[in-house]
């Protein structure tokens, strides 16, 4: 079922991208179950616990109100926090990867049960990039536009953790671990695939990042994985 709905997932997505739209706002919230049928397993034997699972794995993406097309450079910002890419944040436009990134997240978030980067401010949200996935390339920090630059970048690096609001926006980066590690916590089976398939999403140059029938055709979606989830 997990792996059914990621690739469902990823296949909206190429149907979008296919249409020249970019969503601009994939989140969990905006991503619903076509039935709400569902049924129950037991977790122990004598059935003192149980979940819900849904019968069916196919979903659809709603909140359309601010998709576009790709027809000119945006510089203005989408996606919500916990699922803007960086380009974003630094005011160096977007495309069809911005929304890539928000899957990317969404997977981590599946897998965890937690949102990755949870920050409500641009320099710790960035702080917390680097201490999951390594530095932002310096090449991309040069480029940020002046009110990104004058605020978040000092000497070519993020200005961190020397700009930080607080001590506890200091801990709440520092107790933060690297993706392979979230990864490997909850994936019992493929944690290497996973891991690569989060590495192509998560990249941090728009124009390296996976796109959507690339991570579609990834080796985490082969038949034997599929057996797994």
């Known amino acids: 079922m997990y792996f059914s709905i990621l690739g469902n997932m990823i296949r909206l997505a190429v149907v979008m991208h296919d ?7 994939l989140k969990p919230e905006n991503i619903l179950f076509v039935s709400p ?9 004598d059935g003192s616990f149980s979940k819900r699972l849904p019968k069916s794995s196919a979903i659809k993406l709603i909140d359309l ?47 965890s049960g937690e949102a990755l980067f949870q920050t409500h401010e ?17 090449h991309m ?14 000497r070519g690096r993020l200005n961190w953790p020397e700009g930080a609001a607080s001590r506890e926006s200091i801990k709440a980066v520092q107790k933060l671990p690297r993706l392979q590690n ?22 941090y140059e728009p124009s390296e990042r996976m796109t959507a029938r690339e991570a579609l055709g990834h080796p985490f979606f082969s038949a034997g994985n599929r057996r797994r989830y």
């Not at 249409?19 to 706002?25: E, G, K, S």
């Not at 049928?37 to 034997?45: A, G, L, P, Q």
């Not at 998709?67 to 926090?81: F, Q």
């Open 19 to 25: 249409l020249h739209l970019i969503h601009t706002d």
């Open 37 to 45: 049928e569902y049924i129950k397993v037991s977790e122990y034997k």
């Open 65 to 111: 109100g601010s998709a576009t097309y790709d027809r000119k450079d945006h510089t203005y910002i989408v996606s919500t926090r916990h699922y803007r890419a960086p380009e974003v944040i630094l005011g160096l436009g977007w495309s069809y990867p911005c929304d890539m990134w928000s899957v990317g997240c969404i997977l981590v978030e599946l897998c």
């Open 122 to 138: 641009n320099l710790e949200h960035m702080a917390m990039m680097e201490r999951v996935l390594g530095p932002l390339p310096q």
């Open 141 to 154: 920090l040069k480029r940020a536009d002046r009110h990104a630059a004058e605020k978040y970048v000092r």
């Open 182 to 203: 979230i990864v490997m916590q909850h994936v019992d089976h493929s944690a290497g695939d996973a891991i690569g398939l989060l590495q192509g999403l998560l990249r």
